[in-house]
């Protein structure tokens, strides 16, 4: 019997990764134009049919730019990251911070979100610097300390952006003060004649930060007043809001704000299905102006929160990359004003 002579076919040798070098020959101009057009550098003046032979060359070639290599060049990189909040975030926060990423996008920033569940203080500055970013812009409780706030910029990082309800050494500070959002919401109940108005309080992690501030406001509009305000812990759940319905009457209250228009469309179904009529035996406030609310019978009364809008905040950010040497600024945020509806 013979023995076969083939030889085992060759590995397939895998696609060579396109170079600036081969976009600049495709599109024939130099590397630095390639560089130029690929890197949105402005200071260059270069023609737009240029710029469109070489972003077709590159594409054709399927050519991206290497995010170190123009970070090496640059001296920093072009990156924003964004740890993602350690809480639960509403609608209202969501459409703020897709309207933030895209300003940045515009500003030509990368930017990344890292998830950081799990990781404390320090650890987690030390994870994000890591990656090299040129700015971290933290939500909310993301562990954020002083000495988090000198790793990021030991590690590269020429600002340092906090958006919650404390300022953090170092950092510049947007606070929200949470506190105003439950004064004005409960100084409404007062005004409209309710004495003994309730006050949500997740129960859910982490909204502790927002709720509590809000729970003490509420206390500053009743000082003087005569009115009280009772503490209602409650889950996102319907068992919850129709447990805490059930003994609405036996809990005397006349008015209540909802922590914001969610737990405010949660409570007040569970409290119609328990036949407390609203806003007749009891008024209802909720906070963000969600849509859905509007859309309620009756409809509900909400704080309006006016926070600083993204397009502000991405500008910020260059500003401060920009200007590294800068000292840290701190800006109050959320002026907040009832919109009264049919619910109180």
């Known amino acids: 019997m013979s023995q076969s002579t083939e030889q085992p076919s060759e590995r397939p040798a895998g696609r060579a990764v396109p170079t600036s070098a081969d976009v600049a020959r495709l599109a024939g101009v130099s590397r630095a134009t390639v560089s130029y057009v690929l890197n949105n550098t402005s200071a260059v003046r270069i023609s737009e049919p240029t710029r469109r032979r070489v972003r ?29 909040p350690h809480v639960q975030v509403g609608p209202l926060y969501s459409q703020f911070f897709n309207e933030f990423q895209w300003a940045l996008r515009r500003l030509d920033y990368t930017v990344v979100q890292y998830g950081s569940v799990g990781l404390e203080a320090e650890e987690a500055a030390r994870a994000w610097a890591e990656l090299r970013p040129v700015a971290v812009v933290a939500l909310g409780e993301s562990r954020l300390t002083g000495q988090g706030v000198e790793i990021l910029k030991r590690s590269g990082a020429r600002a340092v952006i906090t958006l919650g309800t404390e300022r953090v050494e170092g950092a510049h500070a947007l606070v929200m003060d949470q506190g105003r959002v439950g004064e004005a919401a409960t100084a409404h109940l007062v005004e409209t004649g309710r004495r003994r108005i309730g006050v949500v309080v997740p129960e859910e992690p982490g909204l502790a930060m927002f709720s509590g501030p809000r729970l003490e406001g509420a206390r500053r509009a009743v000082a003087g007043t005569g009115a009280t305000v009772v503490p209602l812990p409650l889950r996102y759940e319907e068992e919850s809001a129709n447990a805490l319905a059930a003994r609405w009457r036996a809990l005397g209250l006349d008015g209540v704000f909802a922590y914001n228009d969610e737990y405010a469309m949660l409570l007040m179904r569970a409290l119609q299905d328990a036949d407390v009529a609203v806003p007749a035996e009891t008024a209802v406030v909720g906070a963000d102006d969600l849509l859905l609310g509007r859309l309620l019978r009756p409809r509900l009364s909400t704080v309006r929160i006016d926070m600083v809008i993204g397009r502000e905040l991405a500008e910020l950010v260059d500003r401060a990359v920009r200007e590294p040497e800068a000292p840290p600024r701190t800006s109050d945020l959320m002026a907040s004003r009832v919109v009264r509806r049919e619910s109180s």
């Open 56 to 84: 077709q060359a590159a594409e054709e070639l399927g050519y991206v730019p290497h995010a170190a290599a123009r970070s090496l060049r640059a001296g920093h990189s072009r990156m924003v990251l964004l740890p993602t």
